[in-house]
């Protein structure tokens, strides 16, 4: 059994923001896990624990429907949490350009998906980046959005989804990507 989901890479496209905006703030905040900057990204679908065996028959159905989609421009904008600043659990920078498209994108591929299968995600989807994570597993923390400074960067294209494989790990997980599937070239 393999870990797997589906993601853009936003750490390809804005690495240096990333970067810069977790390691000034990652000493501030001592109650947060913050991701690594080369990790985040935007998940477009969780599998969860999967046989490695349906990777073919996911890249067969996912492939065409990112295919039949442009880059997508998007760029970073606002910091916010779930569930809410008095029980955060996760920190998030907000996303911003094609977003119709990505969440257009990012439900067909759901529906899709939901055919072989794979459960729906309970929860809408909603455009975002994970930066940090509350350190208590289970209970989050309570904290003052306005502390955090806002995380902007201008819109880019974006040219690609990747499925990866998380292997969990003391340290963190960490992400290898398995598939690659390109929006439409040229």
Same mark, same amino acid.
């Given at each position: 059994?393999?870990?797997?989901?589906?993601?853009?890479?936003?750490?390809?496209?804005?690495?240096?923001?990333?970067?810069?905006?977790?390691?000034?703030?990652?000493?501030?905040?001592?109650?947060?896990?913050?991701?690594?900057?080369?990790?985040?990204?935007?998940?477009?679908?969780?599998?969860?624990?999967?046989?490695?065996?349906?990777?073919?028959? /996911? =890249?067969?159905?996912?492939?065409?429907? *990112?295919?039949?989609?442009?880059?997508?421009? !998007?760029? $970073?904008?606002?910091? &916010?949490?779930?569930?809410?600043?008095?029980?955060?659990?996760?920190?998030?920078?907000? /996303? =911003?350009?094609?977003?119709?498209?990505? *969440?257009?994108?990012?439900?067909?591929?759901? !529906?899709? $998906?939901?055919?072989? &299968?794979?459960?729906?995600?309970?929860?809408?989807?909603?455009?975002?980046?994970?930066?940090?994570?509350?350190?208590?597993?289970?209970?989050?923390?309570?904290?003052?959005?306005?502390?955090?400074?806002?995380?902007?960067?201008?819109?880019?294209?974006?040219?690609?989804?990747?499925?990866?494989?998380?292997?969990?790990?003391?340290?963190?997980?960490?992400?290898?990507?398995?598939?690659?599937?390109?929006?439409?070239?040229?």
């Amino acid at each position: 059994m393999i870990r797997l989901f589906l993601a853009l890479p936003l750490n390809v496209y804005f690495l240096p923001e990333l970067m810069s905006y977790c390691d000034r703030n990652k000493h501030k905040f001592l109650d947060l896990k913050w991701v690594q900057a080369d990790q985040i990204h935007i998940t477009l679908f969780f599998f969860g624990s999967v046989d490695s065996s349906v990777v073919p028959t /996911i =890249t067969e159905n996912i492939q065409p429907i *990112i295919a039949s989609y442009k880059p997508m421009s !998007l760029g $970073l904008d606002g910091i &916010g949490c779930f569930p809410n600043p008095r029980n955060m659990r996760v920190l998030w920078t907000g /996303i =911003t350009g094609d977003v119709d498209t990505l *969440i257009q994108c990012q439900h067909r591929v759901e !529906l899709e $998906l939901q055919k072989l &299968g794979f459960p729906r995600e309970e929860r809408e989807f909603r455009a975002h980046a994970t930066l940090a994570r509350a350190r208590k597993k289970s209970k989050g923390v309570s904290i003052d959005l306005k502390a955090f400074p806002n995380l902007k960067a201008e819109a880019r294209a974006i040219g690609y989804v990747i499925l990866y494989q998380s292997h969990l790990t003391p340290e963190g997980p960490r992400y290898e990507p398995l598939q690659t599937y390109f929006f439409e070239q040229g």
